[in-house]
């Protein structure tokens, strides 16, 4: 690949920053820990564009004891030369909103978009910031507060630090907290990230250092393999059916690298990427290699004399039922849906993905035909089950119709307002009849669950379908659900805003939550995604001293401060169950929303979300115990 030149002739600039502190939520998604992470991403993509150009193979990212990041690249540097604006090409890129070298298809052949915008945004984003790049033998260094320059340029250019036989760029920035709801990097979901990047870019090596106190780590990602040990990662603990496959190739300029592999489940786990930007709701290079993919199984089969003439063709999900896929392209020009870009839009990407698939896995499956008939073999099992599934649901949908009966457990609210009313699937009939006593009427339902409920990780979906309390929170929730066969799932039918899982504050309350946001994450994913999941966060401790007010404690932390900060007597009473509380405490603690604590479920990628859940679902007891005894109280508190 031939490369080009990055000097300040290939900065664009397109509009200033006024916009950005206004209304961050257009540029980075939301101003909470997931919009706080992102700040970090795409720092980190555009050293990984430095990457893609072929002039970086390492990149450092440490989350410093003061809580700010530091992202460090050895690629050529932010263009620091006089800028025909009459400044520093760098104070344009950091502080000027849409001014960057991805504007320039000189400068980069692919990039995640336009992460000139995100330079900019995350300084003015951040209380400060301050840069070094690394180029010309020098240290050139920028500093800025709010996005405001704190440092005076010397005849329009930056002053220098001292000499150096390094190149890169190195960026530091607090996040700001006038901006932000909290301002402490989700390290798990960091680590996570660049991970994942490591998979998609096997000659790049990814430094994560974390300094803060009680946390420190450094860990190297680095993944020779690339998305081949991503697949073998994503299916570890699985019985896989083949090694995994893997080709690639390009079609008008488009990049397309997929890798698959079926293992002894009935679950579909396709990734997509576009760039090395994860798009969660997937798009058009997804819709190209599912297409392909089932119209070569169908061809194949038929060939084979496994499908015969009378038999209907294999459906998409038979194909994919099992599946572990990852497809990445690489994009000169993406169009995303969304500022964050979580669906490509790119047409020509269904026909590159559509058009490699077809060529590639050809060559593939005529010279590993035992491969071909293995995988035809799960297609059969597919549909076989798919048909005794759909009679299963058929049977249920017409005796309920998923109308709004729920065998007399829902107490509703009296609003149809969805956008006002809440859901409460609380634990057990006992917290269930405080919970209806203590209710606002009018927006808040009640649903009551008997117990752990059904651990749809490892059943059937004629088991799912016919478990009472899963039919309940369905007809309740009033949105259909989605699954691999006959998807009815509309989110716009949905009667809640907010469906709060309240149980007990003790381990057995959280293994109900993970039973029941398993039920959630792989049939109505959508929820989660949309942000209408909360766990309620009820009280460990009642403290009442003899002088003073009640007090509730939500954890043994919180206990443990107190004791610690109060020196008169008091009396402690501990909470067992939310059934030990009588209807106006449980109003105080946990329902009223000017007092309450809920943790908004997120799923940050559907790697950590599959892991998660394959680990507290799956059929290894040990994990799962440990997990759940190690995270039960690091909620992100949301009040």
């Known amino acids: 690949m031939a490369k080009t030149q990055y000097n300040a002739d290939s900065i664009t600039v397109l509009e200033g920053l006024e916009a950005v502190r206004k209304r961050p939520g257009m540029y980075i998604g939301s101003v909470g820990t997931k919009g706080l992470n992102h700040l970090i991403y795409e720092i980190v993509d555009n050293a990984v564009d430095e990457h893609l150009a072929g002039f970086c193979n390492q990149i450092w990212v440490t989350l410093e004891a003061d809580g700010s990041c530091t992202v460090k690249d050895a690629g050529r540097g932010i263009p620091v030369e006089m800028h025909k604006k009459g400044m520093s090409a760098e104070r344009i890129v950091l502080s000027t909103l849409h001014a960057g070298g991805k504007f320039d298809n000189d400068a980069y052949k692919t990039s995640g978009g336009l992460h000139g915008v995100g330079s900019s945004v995350v300084n003015a984003l951040s209380e400060r910031m301050s840069v070094k790049v690394y180029k010309n033998g020098q240290i050139h260094y920028d500093a800025y507060e709010r996005g405001i320059p704190t440092v005076e340029l010397v005849d329009g250019l930056l002053p220098t630090l001292g000499r150096t036989k390094e190149t890169g760029t190195e960026i530091n920035f607090l996040p700001d907290g006038e901006i932000f709801e909290k301002t402490r990097f989700k390290a798990d979901w960091l680590k996570s990230r660049l991970h994942e990047t490591a998979y998609l870019n096997p000659n790049l090596q990814i430094t994560y250092q974390n300094k803060r106190a009680g946390e420190e780590e450094t860990v190297l990602f680095h993944e020779p393999e ?47 990427f576009c760039n090395n930007i994860f798009t969660q709701e997937g798009g058009t290079h997804l819709a190209g290699f599912k297409t392909r993919f089932t119209q070569m ?34 994009h000169p020009d993406p169009i995303f849906e ?77 609003s149809r307002d969805a956008e006002k009313c809440e859901i409460f699937i609380v634990e057990g009939d006992s917290a269930g009849g405080s919970a209806k006593t203590a209710r606002n009427r009018m927006y808040q339902a009640i649903l009551p669950i ?32 989605s699954e691999g066969y006959g998807n009815d799932f509309d989110i716009s039918r949905l009667r809640y805003n907010k469906i709060v899982l309240m149980t007990d504050a003790d381990v057995d309350g959280s293994h109900i939550d993970t039973l029941l946001l398993t039920f959630l994450y792989r049939f109505m994913p ?28 939500y954890d043994e932390k919180e206990l443990e401060r107190y004791r610690k900060t109060h020196t008169g007597d008091f009396t402690l009473q501990r909470y067992k169950g939310l059934g030990e509380m009588d209807a106006q405490q449980l109003w105080e603690t946990t329902l009223d929303p000017d007092h309450r604590v809920l943790k908004q479920v997120e799923i940050e990628d559907a790697r950590m979300a599959s ?26 508190i949301d009040a």
Not at 303 to 309: M, S
Not at 452 to 473: F, G, P, Q, R, Y
Not at 526 to 553: C, N, S, T
């Open 338 to 414: 969304g500022q964050t870009k979580t669906k490509l839009a790119s047409a020509d990407a269904t026909k590159a993905v559509f058009t490699v698939t077809g060529d590639e896995l050809q060559r593939y499956f005529d010279r590993n035909l035992e491969i071909l008939k293995a995988v035809i073999s799960c297609a059969e099992k597919s549909a076989k089950i798919r048909k005794a599934e759909e009679k299963a649901k058929t049977n249920m949908l017409s005796k309920s119709k998923f109308s709004f009966d729920s065998n007399g457990k829902l107490a509703n609210c009296e």
């Open 226 to 272: 690339g998305i081949i040990s991503y697949v073998k990662e994503l299916n570890s603990g699985k019985a896989p059916v083949h090694d995994p496959i893997y080709y690639k190739g390009t079609i008008d300029r488009v990049e397309v690298e997929v890798a698959f592999q079926f293992v002894d489940t009935f679950e579909e786990n396709i990734l997509g």
């Open 526 to 553: 959508e929820l989660i995604y949309d942000g209408h999941v909360f766990i309620a966060m009820p009280p460990l401790f009642k403290v009442i001293p003899k002088r003073g007010e009640e007090q509730y404690l």
């Open 297 to 330: 199984i169908n061809s194949y089969a038929k060939e084979l004399g496994i499908l015969k003439e009378k038999d209907t063709n294999f459906t998409g999900a038979d194909t994919r039922n099992g599946m572990t896929a990852v497809v990445a392209v690489k």
């Open 611 to 636: 892991e998660i859940t394959e680990m507290l679902m799956g059929s290894e007891v040990p994990p799962r115990r440990r997990f759940i005894y190690e995270h039960a109280d690091e909620a992100e």
């Open 450 to 481: 008997r117990g752990k409920i059904l651990n749809v990780e490892k059943a059937s979906m004629d088991k799912v379908l016919a478990n009472a309390e899963i039919k309940t929170m369905i007809n309740a929730f009033g949105c259909g659900f």
